[in-house]
Each structure stands twice: as C-alpha cells, then as structure tokens.
Nanobody
Framework: EKQLVESGGGLVQAGESLRLSCVAS????????IGWIRQVPGKEREGISC????????WIADSVKGRFTISTDNARNTVYLQMNDLKPEDTAVYYC?????????WGQGAQVTVSS
C-alpha cells in the first residue's frame, strides 16, 4: 500500500521556522512527483511546492518563495518542507501528495499555526 505521512507541524510565533516531513512508504518517492499543498478551512487548497524525482526539478509558489524550501532524503524516503520566517497567513493544514494529487494518498496532514 502506498502511503504518505506528514509530521512536524506546530504552533509558532511569526518569524519562527518549522520543518515538515513527508515519509513515503510502499513506494520510492523519487519515482513520482511529490508536492506540498496547504488548506485553510473554507478556502481552496493551495499548491506550495513540488519535487519531481526523475530530474530533481523543484518548484516553489510565489506566495512562499524565499521563505520555504523543499528538499529530500533518499535514504529516509522523505520529502521535507523547510518553512522560515513564518507569517500568520501561513496558518493551514499542510499535506503532501502526488503531483497531481492522488485520491488515495491523502493523509492526516500537519497543522501549522502561526501567531502574530
């Protein structure tokens, strides 16, 4: 069974940092494109970042460019999202999934709350 599990969320103050982890099981993450998506209740999901394993291509949304970075650890089969200089508007549930998202890969997500 292919599965992605997010962790690393929390409550932080504006300006602080968090690193989210997305551990893949049942498959090699670098055989696919893996993305980070965030969702605020009542709003549409927003794609934040993507890693495409076959050519190590990465993409970061303009809304977080310069503050967020995607990286990988092949040995741990893990994709990370380093989030620096967090802002209250970054408050959301963060998910990792395929790019495009796959219905059966949605996990619980990681809640990130940034206080001002």
């Amino acid at each position: 069974e292919k599965q992605l599990v997010e962790s690393g969320g929390g409550l932080v103050q504006a300006g602080e940092s968090l690193r989210l982890s997305c551990v893949a099981s049942g498959f090699r993450f670098d055989d696919y494109a893996i993305g980070w998506i965030r969702q605020v209740p009542g709003k549409e999901r927003e794609g934040i970042s993507c890693f495409k394993g076959k050519n190590s291509y990465t993409w970061i949304a303009d809304s977080v460019k310069g503050r967020f970075t995607i990286s990988t650890d092949n040995a741990r089969n893990t994709v990370y999202l380093q989030m620096n200089d967090l802002k209250p508007e970054d408050t959301a549930v963060y998910y990792c999934n395929g790019d495009p998202p796959r219905r059966d890969w949605w996990g619980q997500g990681a809640q990130v709350t940034v206080s001002s």
